[in-house]
């Protein structure tokens, strides 16, 4: 969705997967359409030193980030009683830790973007989930999304002003039900289709891929 709304207008983008091939898929895809051009990395960012990694992987192809968008999320359907401790661990170091670590190690490129720009961008992905309760039962992707949100705010206040005299720039998006393989899971667990869902949102309608990709650019830019 936002990596296909920045490289039809022309960005050089990379997307990371612990699913490599899928990952290459999507940037063919992407590159197809063009005007700018996609590459995959493989990731997977249950561990800090992963998280280290994929910032040298980006590294060895580039000096400076102009934008991070931290978006990779797992989530768990389950209610009080049947959240495994393993299950609750997953979520929240994909969901939070991760993206504090990658933006952690990318630092270096992201002063060096910040340096030569009026800022470089941090965009965190949250969700409607982290903002108030909901129907179904999700508690540590709940839980994970509000711990997103403050953690942008946090990290808003103590990036904007860099030792190098650049700015970096934290925001977060936080989106309703928009249909990515993550909210499938929501239509099996409520046994209703995107369509009958919409129909509970005050719009009747459902996020689509250029409300995630116009809003991304938005604040990148």
Excluded at 23 to 49: M, V
Excluded at 111 to 117: F, G, I, L, R
Excluded at 124 to 131: E, K
Excluded at 192 to 210: C, D, M, V, W
Aim: hydrophobic content about 45%.
């Amino acid at each position: 969705m936002m990596a296909d709304g920045f490289v039809q207008n022309g960005a050089k983008v990379y997307i990371a997967s612990r699913d490599v091939e899928a990952c290459q898929a999507t940037a063919d895809e992407l590159n197809a359409k063009g005007p700018g051009k996609c590459f995959a990395l493989r990731a997977n960012l249950l561990s800090e030193a992963a998280c280290k990694k994929l910032a040298e992987d980006v590294a060895k192809h580039e000096t400076k980030v102009d934008v991070l968008i931290n978006n990779s999320g797992v989530g768990w359907g389950g209610d009080v009683e049947h959240h495994p401790e393993k299950a609750w661990t997953n979520v929240l170091s994909v969901n939070v830790t991760s993206p504090f670590h990658v933006t952690r190690y990318l630092l270096p490129l992201l002063d060096a973007a910040a340096a030569t720009s009026d800022a470089a961008r941090v965009i965190n992905i949250g969700s409607v989930s982290g903002l108030m309760p909901q129907q179904i039962d999700s508690i540590a992707y709940d839980t994970s999304k509000a711990a997103v949100h403050h953690m942008t705010r946090v990290l808003a206040a103590k990036l904007a002003r860099r030792p190098n005299g650049g700015h970096i720039l934290v925001n977060a998006i936080a989106p309703g039900l928009v249909p990515t393989k993550l909210s499938t899971g929501i239509a099996l667990v409520t046994g209703k289709s995107f369509e009958e869902l919409q129909q509970n949102i005050p719009t009747q309608r459902y996020g689509h891929a250029s409300d995630m990709a116009g809003l991304a650019i938005f604040l990148a830019s």
